[in-house]
């Protein structure tokens, strides 16, 4: 089974795709995108990433049987955010 980024969702296929500790450990529950250095590169909430991941629509839809929209694939987003560990309440 992949890790996902717990952040943004990003497959974590690649040692070189996981993010940072402040020591330059690698960090298994984030990507390189989200967190760097020991903290997270981006300031914002769930919809603020969910409208940030929207943009890479393209590169998600490269691995898909049947391509999504836009907002089909945000409201997957949606209900797969509040799971990751970043945006459990």
């Known amino acids: 089974m992949p890790q996902f980024c717990q952040s943004c969702g990003m497959p974590l296929t690649r040692i ?10 690698t960090i298994f529950d984030y990507c390189q995108y989200c967190y760097k250095d020991g ?15 929207t943009q890479f629509i393209d590169e998600v ?5 049947k391509p999504m929209t836009k907002e089909e694939y945000k409201q ?3 209900g797969f ?4 560990k970043r945006w459990r309440k």
Not at 81 to 84: H, Q
Request: glycine share 6%; hydrophobic share 30%; proline share 5%.
């Open 16 to 25: 070189e795709d996981c993010g940072t500790n402040e020591d330059g450990s």
């Open 39 to 53: 903290k997270f590169v981006q300031d914002c909430n769930m919809d603020e990433m969910i409208e940030h991941c």
């Open 61 to 65: 839809n490269k691995n898909m049987p």
């Open 76 to 78: 997957m987003m949606q």
């Open 81 to 84: 955010f509040p799971m990751l």
